[in-house]
């Protein structure tokens, strides 16, 4: 036995039995080498890397940005065959928006290309369309179904209101009136369309119900 600095140590006592070899490789912590400790425990599974995070976001970006061209491009659509029925009772020739709206009567005034009116009204077209794609999100959101309902018809009215103006739609002479009939056509319409959709899927889940009351 012979006395050291820190205690009592043999006599034959050497300082490569207390040393570990440096040519092995480092033993595996010890708390994740338990079997008893489920993977499903251990932090650095339970936490997504970066790059997943990243690649879902991408994902989610990339399907968001692809409903709003598509409900754009349907808007587009609807532009034009309203243009249409406006330009063939208001217009010899074809005109994507009304002679004598406040738009019309600029673009007439100042002698500009009906290609280059063309190509304005289609924007108005793509982002009312966008816009009104979007505002569809509201339903897939934590709310209440009156608040999505609201916030829903709140946007697409302020939008179409809007919008529609800028395109040309009515005639100056007669632009508020026309834009309250408008409005009152197009509220009588969504009701219509959101009556039918609440029956169809109160429908869907009575069928549902009953199918699982059923196997029960």
Not at 44 to 71: C, H, N, W
Given at each position: ?216
């Amino acid at each position: 036995i012979a006395a050291g600095p820190t205690g009592l140590f043999p006599a034959d006592f050497s300082v490569r039995d207390y040393q570990q070899p440096t040519n092995q490789p480092p033993q595996a912590d010890s708390k994740w080498s338990d079997s008893n400790i489920s993977e499903k425990r251990r932090p650095d599974i339970l936490v997504p890397p970066l790059s997943q995070i990243y690649q879902r976001k991408v994902a989610i970006m990339k399907t968001r940005l692809k409903e709003l061209f598509f409900g754009g491009i349907g808007g587009i659509f609807i532009g034009l065959f309203f243009s249409m029925i406006v330009s063939y009772f208001y217009n010899p020739a074809y005109l994507p928006l009304h002679p004598r709206s406040p738009t019309g009567h600029f673009f007439l005034s100042q002698h500009v290309h009906v290609s280059l009116i063309m190509l304005y009204c289609m924007l108005i077209w793509f982002i009312m369309g966008a816009i009104f794609r979007w505002s569809g999100s509201f339903f897939q959101r934590d709310w209440s179904i009156l608040r999505s309902i609201v916030s829903h018809y709140g946007v697409m009215i302020l939008t179409f209101a809007l919008l529609a103006n800028l395109a040309g739609f009515f005639p100056r002479e007669k632009i508020l009136s026309l834009t309250l009939t408008a409005v009152g056509e197009f509220t009588l319409i969504y009701l219509i369309i959101l009556g039918a959709t609440y029956y169809r899927t109160y429908r869907n889940i009575q069928k549902i119900n009953s199918g699982l009351s059923r196997k029960s």
